[in-house]
């Protein structure tokens, strides 16, 4: 295959709304409560204290990814990611595989996602109310991207202000202690990798900014800007945070919370804040899983416009300009993943398939020209496979025979359209 040189930008078939500041808060909705209200607490049984490191490993390996995502999404500024990427400059296999990952990879993490809304809001009643939040959100996106952006802005203020809360209730709250950092033992390299690739799972959300190509104004120039932008934004707030939690709380006691901002804030005197950190949480997963369901539904788009999926997914509604059908079944097949999921392993699961997804735009990067920045795609490459393979072992093995179960899809519809094309030529 012949090095790829350049790429005009393709016509859009969906409406390019989205500004930069638009993309920017896109990215951090995404991003912004998983690692936090999420991840945090099985980070710190992996790793301990070593979970800041840990966090650092998974952000430099985010960035190395960013910057081929960048490169890429410039090149090809089109709905679909690293499955438009891969069939690019890899072959139509390794975009299909990436595609495929990336659509059972997240649809997991949707599911994730929306059990912990439910957990905040009504405990009791978790899969009910999360199939409810699925819904919601699912016809928030079927009435146009502006109201999605719109609503992501929102909950990104949100956020912020409840993280914002949490720092200064736990810094003047009286039960920061220096000490609680080094009171957990020597760190494993084991477990720290383990926890930086749990901590991936928080910062794969730029990836939906390279999903929605067709809907950002400029997006050659947009994209790279928004990309970075977001990603610096959620590490800063990840260590404040992160440190915030390890001061106030034994890391011992945080590996076993199922609400670790909640359990620092009521171990000082602000303990009656609790309330407010629990919505806070509960709209932060909101957040993701808004911004998630927006990029799946995307790559399923793509995948249906290149007929790797059924063609009726390839249908853009008229007056909304939304790829409507897309929309309603990564909706439908979610709410149907809530019943049957565990948040830990669906986590973990996750993370190994985005991991493989991010390997393949590392893959991909290399092959543009000019050359540059080849060191950050090599990088990339290898600290997703280290990461991934580092996971715990049932969402390595989970992780395997998803994508084998792809591999075997595609060599089947391959091998049905080679059929079909002998029988129209008899």
Known sequence: MSMITSSSPASSRLARRLTTFDAVMVGLGAMLGAGIFVVIAPAVGAAGNGVLPALLIAAALAYCNAVS???????????GGTYLYGRRCLGAFWGYLAGWAFLVGKVASCAAMALTFSSYVAAEWARPVAVGAVLAL???NCFGIQKSALLTRVIVFVVLATLLAVTAAVLSGGQVEASRLTTSGAWQPGGVLQAAGLWFFAFAGYARLATLGEEVIDPERTIPRAIPLALGITLLLYLIITLCVLLAVDAADLSQATAPLVMAVEAGRWSAWSPL?????AVASLGVLLSL????????????????????????????????????????????????????????FSAFTILFYYAVTNMAALRLRPRGSIITAWAGLAGCAVLALSL???????GLVVLSMGALVFVGR?????????CVTK
């Open 138 to 140: 699912t016809t928030v």
């Open 69 to 79: 995502s960048a490169r890429l999404a410039a090149v090809y500024p089109e709905s």
């Open 277 to 281: 950190v629990r919505l806070g949480a």
């Open 293 to 348: 369901m927006l990029g799946v539904s995307r790559t399923l788009f793509a995948m249906a416009a290149n007929r790797d999926m059924p063609a009726v997914f390839a249908s853009v509604h008229r007056r909304y300009q939304v790829p409507h059908r897309a929309e309603l079944a990564v909706g439908a097949l979610v709410s149907l993943v809530v019943w049957l999921a565990d948040l830990r392993t669906a986590i973990g």
């Open 392 to 398: 715990p072992l049932e969402s390595v093995l989970g």
């Open 414 to 422: 391959r091998r049905g359209r080679v059929l079909e094309g002998r």
